[in-house]
Nanobody, 115 residues
Framework: QVQLVESGGGLVQPGESLRLSCVPS????????MSWYRQAPGEKRGLVAS???????KYVDSVKGRFTISKDNAKNTLILQMNSLRSEATAVYYC?????????WGQGTQVTVSS
């Protein structure tokens, strides 16, 4: 089993930044990949960014150049740095980890971008 705990969400104005963190209950080196997803009200959960075990990253087109996914191995923490936030980024953000072919999810953290 894997537990994932997200933090860092909040209310920000358009153009501002937020840094989300996800701490797993196992070492990140155990996971084939780790990802951030988001789900806005009335919409399906969708991939925001992912990072593979060997460090390859992928992003949804709408966040390329503004969001950065990274792993802080010393702190065993997955990071999503979100810059130049837009109102459409408002959603619950979920951390996910692939462990032995099974996806595990955190409880989510709310991000609200509003003036």
């Amino acid at each position: 089993q894997v537990q994932l705990v997200e933090s860092g969400g909040g209310l920000v104005q358009p153009g501002e930044s937020l840094r989300l963190s996800c701490v797993p209950s196992r070492r990140m080196s155990n996971f084939m990949s780790m990802s951030w997803y988001r789900q806005a009200p009335g919409e399906k959960r969708g991939l925001v960014a992912s990072v593979s075990l060997d460090g390859n990253t992928k992003y949804v087109d709408s966040v390329k150049g503004r969001f950065t996914i990274s792993k802080d191995n010393a702190k065993n923490t997955l990071i999503l740095q979100m810059n130049s936030l837009r109102s459409e980024a408002t959603a619950v953000y979920y951390c996910s980890a692939d462990w032995l072919g099974t996806d595990y999810w955190g409880q989510g953290t709310q991000v609200t971008v509003s003036s």
